[in-house]
């Protein structure tokens, strides 16, 4: 892989997962099956895919179990490092704790309880392009509960499961988006505020707000498959998607393509 641009991700999986009852008692989050594939599975196979050549687990709750899925797999132990960051630790501290392992000049942040099917590698580009010193993930998303259609005052339909972009406020203009647990970050912004950010309770609430008013940000905006997986619920309902509407869970043409792109290089 002479020549290869280094490309770092940091794969967030050191939570208890509380919310996912008896399940989370067992096991990580992470490691919750999708149609049959751990969550983490499908995430490092994307992400070796995009050619992320440094991918980091900070791990804590569990994390033994985590060491054990990577170790089973020789493509995922060629990229990947796990490093101990404590099993209480929130996520300030896990981030702050392998900030001196970030190799690449940008790092990717993504939450690993989430799958999607995004072109990581488009995304990629785009952030460079812009020269932006922190990029934020967006994808549609479907609301769960019934909505009501008003047009100029006039009910016109009434719907469940509709797919959103934009939360509209009463602010006036202002538009909210949905985040992904997904950002594009210049590596040396997290060098400089690590002791900054390392004791945070929320790292995204306390840290995002210092880094958008001081330095360029952008929001990248994709229709793309993403689901998190936040309760039982959420496993059901990603369990009964078709598989062939979920591109992404055809593990087998993901792995393939990496090792014929690996062994060549």
Known sequence: MKNQENRTAVILCGGKGTRLGLIGKKI??????????????????????SKFNKIILPVGYRGNMIKKL?????IFKRFVRIISTGKNSGIGKRIASIVKYLESKNTLILNGD???????????YLHKKKNCD??????????????IGVVNGKIIDFRRNLKYHILKTNKKNYDAYNYTGMILIK??????????????ENF????????????KSQ?????????????TKDIIEVNNIKENKIKFLKLKKIKKKIVGYYENR
């Open 28 to 49: 990580p989050k992470t490691l919750v099956k999708v149609q049959g594939k751990e969550i983490l599975k499908y995430i490092l196979y994307h992400l070796i895919k």
């Open 70 to 74: 990577v170790s089973k797999n020789f």
């Open 114 to 124: 989430a799958i999607f099917d995004f072109n990581i590698s488009k995304i990629y």
């Open 134 to 147: 922190l990029s934020f993930l967006s994808t549609e998303i479907t609301y769960p509960y019934g909505t």
């Open 187 to 200: 590596t040396s912004i997290l060098k400089k505020y690590r002791n900054t950010f390392k004791n945070f």
């Open 204 to 215: 995204e609430s306390k840290f995002y707000p210092i880094i958008i008013k001081k330095y």
């Open 219 to 231: 929001l990248l905006k994709f229709k793309s498959f993403w689901h998190s997986i936040d309760s």
